[in-house]
């Protein structure tokens, strides 16, 4: 496999020596990382792109301001120069409105500071790796769903964006309408429970 590129998007150099030490333990291939730190670096970046680099840039680890700016829609312009390149957002200022729209344009998945191991480590299997295995999705979203408070909107929102997004790869198993009952029993949504419980039964 070619060298690929990895692009880190925040300022707090202790946070970037952090993600570079749990991709160094974990990827046993040949990689770069290119780090943003500044408002100016990613216009920079934008405006001088390789387009050549869409062959190798694999992952996109960002923060959702840098220096007490929104820089929301400068990565709807990274994602738009490189569409096949997984993004996520590790951030603790995401509302409601800007997940919506980073979600809308592709990005990922979004995670709060401090990131786990396991979920740093989940980003990286399903962008570099490429997958994360049906059953392994499913296990992910049934334990967030386990976890999710019914009163925080942006956790609920982003918890049905990835159970949607999963029934959209996956349109003719019966798990995403699994997750789907068990998402809306915890939040007393009978009625839409009951029918992604026969929807799961029929796809049996």
Sequence with gaps: MNKIEIIIIEEEESVIN???KLLQNKIEI???IKTLSEISEIDNFLENYDPEEKERLSLIISEIEINGKDITEKLEKIKSLFPKTHL?????FVTIDRLKKSLKFGVDDWHEKPVTPEEFYGMVK?????YRSLKENYDYLSDLIDELDIENHIQYYSIKNKISKLMYENPNSYQPHLLFYKFYRKKG????AQKHYKASNALK
Excluded: M, Q, V
């Design 18 to 20: 952090l993600y570079k």
């Design 88 to 92: 996520y957002i590790i951030s603790n």
């Design 30 to 32: 040949d990689f770069d």
């Design 126 to 130: 399903s962008s570099i790796f490429k």
């Design 189 to 192: 949504k009978d009625e839409l």
